[in-house]
């Protein structure tokens, strides 16, 4: 040990040995009082169907628990007959009266049909032609990010989860608003739009500061176009060159419509919600929903169907039989497979039971794109391994279950080129619009502070002074 109270090898001071000692022996003690608060935190599951409690805000039938009235979108999974049971129907997504089919396929030919998604959402009305124009004028003004941000907060702090970063970024434009906290619902809606406009810019500046500092990859930034759409110009942003054709904007301009909004009790509609009407500023709310949308049983499921498609492809070959493909995905219901949690990722929904249409809209736009890139054959796989395990589920599970749309999205955006990092993101870019939307429909429509209840089933106790303990 030198004079200075250090010890020579690693030159670790007696101070931080001891400071490490210490942090061991807390998380021991913190370990022990943890397996000892189970005695007396236990919640038997019975008591929550004893209580009435509906867990997940779930009705015994899998239907979800109504929370409030909204004009927005509505997601058709099932009706209900004449003595109030479910029964399943094929899957459709109704922005605004309007099914998601007939949008789509009216639009199939244009690259900002995502801004025209948005302005529905938003207003309630199909924009005609003036107004989508200086509707997509307007989000053009919003385009580029304030001075020294992209420095400041991109930059400079690179992180290594891009939500995250992603979260914070959208608080640090509180910074730049000169009345961050005016929640008025027209004032919410500038910058409500401002932040949808900024999203895109702030998801590639993102991942491409990333891949920069923890990559040690080449460091890419292009300024948006003013001229471009949404679509364009994330496409624009991700790229080194730049280029993309009309073909990959159409397709992710159709995920970014298809994402734009799915119902007001979705987990991150919901929770954007819930945070506005405590009155706080629409940048905490839309973070909040960042973090929700983060989760994997929320929009991080695309990156599991897609790293789960391609394990399964690399296990069996792209020739596989269908008997390979029932085999493959009874070992992962069996957890012998992938993640070994026994989860089919891209399969099965809260409320579509037939069939999820964004799946179905997907399918199509895939089959185009892989066409012209040459991907036929893996198209195929993904066609037939769908059929093969949507059978083998129903024949497991004894109940209806189709693909959902996180089983194609995965699969475009690899076809895009986009990788991993960027599918969640992508999600929050689209699903902004519907976060939106609802904020203003509860401002203007209810207004309340949401407060709901929940039952308190423990002991009653008297306190123990320290010295009797």
């Not at 292009?222 to 280029?243: F, Q, V």
């Not at 080129?417 to 519907?434: K, N, Q, S, W």
């Amino acid at each position: 040990m030198t004079p200075n109270g250090y010890y020579a090898p690693g030159n670790v001071s007696l101070r931080m040995r001891e400071e490490i000692q210490n942090r061991g022996n807390m998380r021991v003690n913190l370990a022990q009082a943890y397996g000892k608060s189970l005695n007396y935190t236990n919640i038997p599951n019975q008591l929550f169907r004893e209580k009435g409690i509906k867990k997940g805000l779930r009705n015994e039938d899998g239907t979800g628990v109504p929370v409030g009235l909204t004009r927005v979108s509505n997601v058709v999974g099932y009706k209900k007959d004449e003595e109030g049971h479910k029964v399943n129907v094929p899957g459709d997504l109704i922005y605004r009266g309007i099914s998601i089919k007939d949008f789509v396929q009216e639009g199939e030919d244009k690259t900002d049909s995502f801004e025209e998604a948005s302005y529905l959402l938003l207003f309630g009305y199909l924009p005609n032609k003036n107004e989508l124009r200086i509707f997509r004028e307007c989000l053009a003004g919003y385009y580029n990010l304030p001075d020294e941000f992209l420095e400041m907060s991109l930059l400079r702090s690179p992180g290594q989860n891009l939500m995250n970063k992603l979260q914070s970024a959208v608080l640090a434009l509180y910074n730049y608003d000169m009345a961050p906290d005016d929640t008025d619902p027209y004032q919410t809606l500038l910058k409500g739009l401002n932040i949808l406009a900024k999203l895109p810019s702030i998801s590639c500046y993102a991942y491409q500061s990333k891949v920069h500092y923890f990559d040690r990859g080449s460091l890419v930034i292009h300024y948006p176009k003013s001229e471009y759409s949404i679509a364009e110009n994330i496409l624009y942003m991700m790229r080194a060159d730049g280029s993309f054709t009309e073909s990959e904007a159409r397709l992710l301009d159709t995920i970014l419509v298809l994402h734009a909004d799915h119902g007001g009790g979705n987990n991150s509609t919901f929770t954007n919600v819930v945070i506005s009407s405590t009155d706080t500023d629409i940048y905490s709310a839309v973070s909040g929903s960042i973090g929700s949308l983060k989760g994997p049983r929320h929009g991080g499921a695309n990156v599991r169907a897609c790293e789960m498609m391609e394990a399964v492809i690399s296990e069996i070959g792209i020739n596989a039989t269908e008997a390979q493909m029932r085999e493959v995905v009874l070992k992962i219901l069996d957890r012998r497979f992938y993640d070994n949690k026994g989860l089919v990722y891209g399969f099965g929904h809260a409320v579509y039971t037939i069939s999820d249409p964004r799946a179905e809209i997907l399918r199509d736009y895939c089959r185009m794109v892989a066409h012209e890139k040459g991907r036929d054959e893996e198209c195929a796989f993904y066609e037939k391994f769908e059929k093969v395990a949507q059978k083998t589920l129903i024949e497991v599970k004894n109940t209806p279950i189709s693909n959902n749309v996180d089983y194609y999205s995965g699969y475009a955006y690899n076809m895009l080129g986009i990788p991993h990092d960027m599918f969640t993101p992508l999600f929050v870019c689209a699903r902004m619009a519907g976060w939106l939307a609802h904020n203003i429909e509860n401002k203007l429509y209810d207004g309340r502070i949401m407060r709901p209840a929940t039952t308190y089933v423990g002991d009653t106790a008297e306190y123990v002074p320290m010295d009797r303990r």
